[in-house]
């Protein structure tokens, strides 16, 4: 038998009781130097621990969900060679001898700054949150107007662990496009291997253009030499517009819009809200039209079920559909850094007060860029209102995987056609872009008439 060490956590920065999310070994298996033992998951990082050698696994120390820091015990492996072998001669041949971490961390760090990554970032922060960990990726979600608000959410981004990434990298899949089978959606080597069968049989189904037809196929950008027609001025895009413009451009492409107008008479509703203020000068909290909103909306999403919702696709290319039995709702701000999107849960448990304290105490956080990533998690559905700013309509672009967004616009008076006269009526415009996937446009058309009523009569709302 040869010799047998302990592999431990190497250096992991910052991080501590990080939980193991995946174990990749298993008893018996054979493995090689690098080859990944587990995956760790901490609210910033996914962090690959690779087998810092060759050898035969003789015990795993750990299962998911366990919380590990530097030193915690993975596994015992009993080394293949400890003739020839360097980190077999680097360590104390008695049973179960320490492996060297030195050597782990050297190569931790070293796939953490090359070609094979072994951290992968899930924050959202500000550009100059650099964890203590190298990072290959950022995920970074808010928005550029003049479209629609993207919200930060690890969920957007395919988390998978490092050797199935470098395996997806190998087939050119790109890791997005697939919904994982593992713990919280993680990718699996497996998900990857059927969503290529999945494209090799469309494409035999299709014929022999058929990855023409999967993709754009579209003309290039017109370059144009601009200096030619007059002086400029040049300004590069923030990182946040940027990685924004990203997602934009995937939801606008991926997601067959289309956008349903509609309008409220907000006129009580308007003369409740005054009262209402008038009322809770002392609380200190101004109710806005917005928080009405919401809670109308939650009466109208409970009606409309498949508003709440998500498509999602299985390791076998099979959609289904998602319905949130919970009602977390996203709100677009407008920052000088941009558009964020933070999000009030539990929208239907709260009154209206609570819902303008938090849509207050959010939108000064999101202007003073102190949201906290999950702050901006985990939204149904997604609210954008430019009723303060004015306008009459605009077609908002999906925040994916949400199926529908409902931009506001800025109530004005109009003339109303009631009981043989025109009366003036405080008219709120909507525009609620869906989509067509999920949503056929006559059930959008109840759900705009549907919130258009409730908020004409807000008792609805208590129904
Ligand atoms: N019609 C008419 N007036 C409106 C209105 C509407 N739909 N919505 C708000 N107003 C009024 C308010 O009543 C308030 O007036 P008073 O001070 O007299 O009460 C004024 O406009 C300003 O409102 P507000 O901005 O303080 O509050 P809000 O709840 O309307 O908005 C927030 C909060 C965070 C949504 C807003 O500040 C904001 O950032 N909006 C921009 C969002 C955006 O850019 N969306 C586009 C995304 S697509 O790229």
């Given at each position: 038998m040869g010799e047998l060490k302990t592999v431990r956590i190497p250096?992991?920065?910052?991080?501590?009781?990080?939980?193991?999310?995946?174990?990749f070994v298993q008893n018996g298996n054979q493995i090689n130097a690098e080859d990944s033992l587990i995956a760790l998951e901490s609210d910033k990082a996914t962090i690959d621990i690779p087998a810092p050698f060759t050898g035969m696994i003789r015990e795993i120390k750990v299962k998911p969900g366990d919380k590990v820091s530097e030193g915690s015990p993975i596994a015992v492996i009993e080394i293949?060679?400890?003739?020839?072998n360097a980190d077999a001669e680097s360590?104390?041949?008695?049973?179960?001898s320490e492996a060297d971490s030195t050597e782990q961390n050297k190569r931790i760090k070293e796939t953490a700054s090359g070609n094979a990554p072994r951290v992968i970032s899930h924050t959202a922060q500000n550009?100059?949150?650099?964890?203590?960990i190298e990072t290959e990726e950022k995920l970074i979600y808010p928005v550029s107007p003049p479209i629609s608000p993207v919200v930060v959410d690890a969920s957007i981004k395919a988390h998978a662990g490092p050797s199935v990434r470098r395996f997806a990298r190998e087939l050119g899949v790109?890791?997005?496009?697939i919904t994982g089978?593992?713990?919280?959606?993680r990718v699996l080597k497996e998900d990857v291997q059927a969503f290529v069968k999945a494209g090799f049989s469309r494409m035999r189904t299709n014929g022999k253009n058929a990855s023409v037809d999967m993709g754009l196929d579209l003309l290039p950008w017109p370059r144009v030499d601009f200096a030619r027609y007059g002086p400029l001025e040049i300004k590069s895009l923030s990182r946040i517009k940027q990685i924004a413009g990203a997602n934009l451009h995937r939801n606008w492409v991926m997601i067959p819009h289309v956008t349903q107008f509609d309008e409220a008479d907000i006129t009580d509703l308007e003369a409740l809200r005054k009262e209402s203020n008038a009322a809770e000068k002392q609380a200190a909290v101004k109710l806005t039209l917005l928080s009405f909103l919401m809670k109308a909306l939650i009466a109208s999403l409970k009606k409309?079920?498949?508003?709440?919702a998500s498509l999602d696709k299985n390791a076998n290319g099979e959609t289904n559909l998602i319905i949130k039995r919970y009602y977390h709702i996203g709100f677009a701000v407008d920052t000088i850094n941009g558009l964020v999107v933070p999000v009030i849960r539990d929208v239907d448990q709260k009154g209206v007060v609570a819902i303008a304290r938090e849509l207050s105490e959010l939108s000064v956080l999101a202007r003073e860029g102190k949201l906290k990533p999950e702050q901006m998690q985990g939204a149904g559905f997604t609210i954008s209102s430019l009723g303060g700013i004015g306008g009459t309509a605009f077609t908002p672009i999906i925040n994916?995987?949400?199926v529908a967004i409902l931009g506001v616009s800025k109530a004005d008076y109009k003339p109303v056609y009631r009981d043989g006269q025109f009366v003036p009526r405080l008219i709120l415009p909507l525009s609620l872009s869906y989509d067509h996937r999920v949503i056929d446009g006559a059930a959008a058309a109840r759900f705009t008439s549907h919130l258009a009523e409730v908020l004409t009569d807000m008792r609805l709302a208590l129904l």
């Open positions: 250096d992991i920065g910052d991080f501590s009781d990080v939980p193991v999310i995946e174990v293949a060679d400890t003739g020839g360590v104390s041949r008695k049973p179960d550009e100059s949150d650099k964890g203590a790109n890791l997005d496009l089978s593992g713990p919280k959606h409309f079920p498949e508003f709440n994916a995987p949400e």
